[in-house]
Every structure is written in structure tokens, then in C-alpha cells.
């Protein structure tokens, strides 16, 4: 949440009555709001940054938020990808270890059906068949690498910090976003 709160600082910083908007999950979703709409919404943007963490890749909906934002349209030309470090996407067996957890979760549903009403089967099977292709496509998008230790929020709370070190990284990383939104 630190980094997506950091670049939610940067885009009210440098929104200067900009037309763009930035939406979040857990900001812009409302209880008893349609979850596919909401993906389908995120996937169709003109501009996506996706924050890719292990919770992420574990994810039933991120996973198809994924999927439906590589199967739009320039993707590599409209998608920024930041990397926790905890999303395991660059040991040799990365790719193995993901799909063996989709494996695993289709296989649970299987078993035990009733567990269908937090999503469908045929989900499940498209991340599944999905994430392999995903996995190495991201590996050529990531623009950014970080660690949760590198950004905090300030001590009165109100506000999020990136660490000097990675400050120029990001930097960089939010104007090549925000000159992409300029050009749209």
C-alpha cells in the first residue's frame, strides 16, 4: 500500500488540473460494486501501473486484471511495472513455482466445488494456463524494483517516503508515466 500511496502523492503533486485519474482497488472499489467490472475497467486504461508482489501473483483477481491488461491492446507501450521483492519472478524456477500454485488451486476447487463462489473455475484455469506467459513477459517490462523497506510513511502519517538512495529510480519512473500521460 506504501508505494501505491507514494505514487498516488506524485500524481496529486504533479496533477496540475490534469485530465487523468488515477484508480485504486481499495479506494475506488465499493462493497457491492461488480469486481469484473472494476478489472475490466483497470484493463482497458490508457495508462496502467501495476505494483507486482507475491500477494499479487496469488491473486485470483490481480491475476485476471493481469490478464486482461496484457490481452488489450500496447501493452508494452501503456503498462509500467514496478517489482516488489517478494514477487519471486527472476529465480530459475520462478515460473515453475507459480504455476504450481495455480495447479494447486484448480485442483482445491475441484475438490471442494462450494469454494466456487469467491470465483470461477474457468478463472482459476485461464491464470493457470496464463502465468508462464506472464511471468517472462514481466521480467522485459519492470521499471522499477523495490523492497517494502524502501518506502515509509512519515512519521505524522499523512504522508509516504521513498528512501534517497531509490528516490532518483522512482523519479524517473514517474516521469516516464506522467510524460506518457501527457501524450495521450
Not at 76 to 104: L, P
Request: glycine content about 4%; some cysteine.
Amino acid at each position: 500500500e506504501n508505494v501505491v500511496d507514494l505514487i498516488q502523492q506524485c500524481f496529486t503533486e504533479n496533477a496540475n488540473g490534469s485530465l487523468f485519474s488515477l484508480f485504486r482497488d481499495r479506494k475506488d472499489l465499493k462493497y457491492g460494486d461488480s469486481i469484473d467490472s472494476f478489472m475490466t475497467h483497470i484493463g482497458v486504461g490508457k495508462t496502467v501501473i501495476r505494483v507486482i508482489s507475491d500477494k499479487y501473483l496469488k491473486s485470483i483477481y490481480c491475476m485476471i486484471e493481469a490478464y486482461r491488461i496484457q490481452h488489450y491492446k500496447d501493452d508494452d507501450k501503456r503498462v509500467f511495472t514496478i517489482v516488489m521483492n517478494d514477487a519471486d519472478i527472476h529465480s530459475a524456477d520462478s515460473i515453475e513455482k507459480y504455476k504450481q500454485y495455480w495447479f494447486d488451486q484448480c485442483q482445491d476447487l475441484l475438490k471442494n466445488p462450494s469454494q466456487l463462489e469467491n470465483g470461477c473455475y474457468d478463472d482459476y484455469v485461464t491464470v493457470y494456463r496464463f502465468i508462464d506467459n506472464f511471468i517472462t513477459t514481466l521480467k522485459d517490462q519492470v521499471y522499477l524494483n523495490l523492497d517494502y523497506t524502501h518506502v515509509t510513511t512519515v512519521a505524522d502519517g499523512t504522508s509516504v517516503t521513498i528512501l534517497d538512495t531509490k528516490k532518483p529510480e522512482f523519479d524517473v519512473f514517474m516521469d516516464q508515466v506522467l510524460a506518457k500521460l501527457k501524450t495521450e
